[in-house]
């Protein structure tokens, strides 16, 4: 009988951050992976990742209508690499790294040891800050927790350039000095900024500039060029399960924790990105503008300094990604440019 094939895997097969950190400080061979069929890659043995997984396991228990462990990382954790693992693959990468193929056949459930109150406690709030109570609510969240969460999303690798788009109303380009946001007497409701405190709301392209103003086909845009000052802390909201990894906390309970922190903070970041119609900005912002006050005055290193610079978030109308900067004064405007939208798409959802 010949000998069985040494399987390796690799920290392309996985989303975590963590996780990818520790493989490349693991391993010291190349090779090619077994699982996502990266070549030439930095490989180890999945099973010296066992001691990391172990404690995750344990925050499921078994349930026969339940789903299994892959299904369950996945939409809890977004732990493995889609874009090159399939099903198949994920579920003989975690048999290997568990030594135990039986269980990643198993159904399971999140274990009721964790359970937590923390999007109904946001429901309640949200309810309350656009219908009932806007400055002296009764609902609240925990904000110390969620405060504790936000120095792992600061965002990373962001563009060095950025954007911000107007439409011209007439045949003269808008000079930078007109680029940034209103006065605070003329702000009204945005996305992040409540009416009277103007924030600098840029895209990551022109593109996604362009399409957050809502143009008509024909229109003509002034795009100007913004670029941060070195060092702020923009807090990402695009995917928090991409960002804060089970992996670096080591104990089931803070694990349990996170994985109810986790839902909470992907439904903030909806907040975001949530389409609103012009007609209704006034009452939906609301929710959105509550929790990027509650960023820009959160505490940080350690209580020393408070608040943040701003807030990454993804763009309901393009591919892009937004930022909204509390302080305009952190970015310097350049060159403008004008660029004509030949063509504005229109999507619908199925008929009912």
């Known amino acids: 009988m010949s000998p069985r094939r040494q399987l390796r895997c690799c920290a392309s097969c996985f989303n975590d951050r963590h996780l990818k950190r520790t493989i490349a400080a693991l391993t010291d061979a190349e090779g090619d992976c077994s699982f996502c069929d990266s070549a030439g890659v930095a490989v180890l043995q999945p099973t010296r990742l066992a001691d990391l997984f172990a404690p995750l396991v344990t925050i499921y228990e078994e349930d026969e209508n339940g789903r299994t462990l892959v299904e369950w990382f996945a939409e809890d954790w977004n732990l493995f690499n889609g874009a090159l693992m399939n099903e198949a693959a994920s579920v003989r990468l975690l048999g290997e790294i568990l030594d135990n193929g039986d269980v990643t056949r198993n159904l399971f459930r999140p274990s009721e040891r964790f359970s937590s109150d923390g999007l109904a406690r946001w429901e309640q709030l949200r309810n309350e800050l656009m219908y009932v109570n806007r400055y002296f609510p009764d609902a609240n969240i925990d904000v110390e927790r969620l405060s504790s969460l936000l120095p792992d999303l600061v965002a990373e690798d962001l563009p060095d350039r950025w954007f911000r788009a107007r439409l011209m109303d007439g045949d003269t380009p808008y000079a930078i000095a007109d680029m940034g946001p209103p006065p605070a007497r003329r702000s009204s409701h945005g996305r992040a900024n409540p009416p009277g405190i103007p924030y600098l709301y840029l895209g990551s392209d022109p593109v996604s500039a362009i399409s957050e103003v809502r143009p008509h086909t024909g229109e003509t845009a002034c795009v100007a060029e913004f670029r941060l000052d070195p060092g702020l802390r923009l807090i990402d909201l695009r995917d928090p ?44 912002y609301v929710p959105s503008q509550y929790l990027c006050e509650l960023i820009k005055n959160a505490p940080h290193d350690g209580g020393a300094r408070a608040g943040y610079d701003g807030v990454i978030y993804s763009s309901s109308v393009g591919a892009g990604i937004n930022l909204a900067l509390f302080d305009p004064d952190r970015a310097t405007g350049g060159a403008v440019t004008q660029r004509r939208v030949h063509r504005v798409a229109v999507e619908l959802d199925p008929p009912a």
Do not use: N
């Not at 992907?266 to 990105?273: H, I, Y």
């Open 241 to 284: 399960r991409t960002r804060l990894s089970p992996f670096s906390y080591g104990d089931e309970d803070k694990i349990g924790s996170l994985r109810e922190d986790l839902a909470l903070l992907a439904r903030l970041g909806d907040e975001l990105t949530r389409p609103v119609l012009p007609s209704g900005a006034a009452i939906d």
